[in-house]
């Protein structure tokens, strides 16, 4: 009994530190594509959808929410259009959102859905820096 409970909590770890790894090396390479790509000084959010998403159409609805609320620059990439941007930001799943700061640093990436609480908290973070 004790054995199984030692090797479910070292795989449980083990595919911790799976995900908070992929998760950095994402954010790094997504700053280093952003900081070729665009100018500083403004805070923003990435939007990659595709037109035949279903959450994508959810996401856009918060995210009007969100430039409602706070004047986000929100700029969406269509992944069909632009797959080489959504290559070099390792988009693997859509809608994904990325908030960048002012400094062009990648401060969040939310692959999936990602609700109007946790992206108005988000951007809020994003905005005091």
Known sequence: MFE???IALIIGALAAGVYLLLNHWQRRRATATNQQAA???QARVLYFHSEHCR???AQGHYLAQLDDL???LIEPVEVEQSPELARQYNILTVPTTILID???RVRYINPGL???FKLTRQLEDVMKL
């Open 39 to 41: 100018a500083p000084g």
């Open 55 to 57: 959450a994508c159409r």
């Open 4 to 6: 199984r409970l030692l």
């Open 102 to 104: 002012r400094t062009g």
């Open 70 to 72: 706070h004047r986000a």
């Open 114 to 116: 990602a609700n109007l």
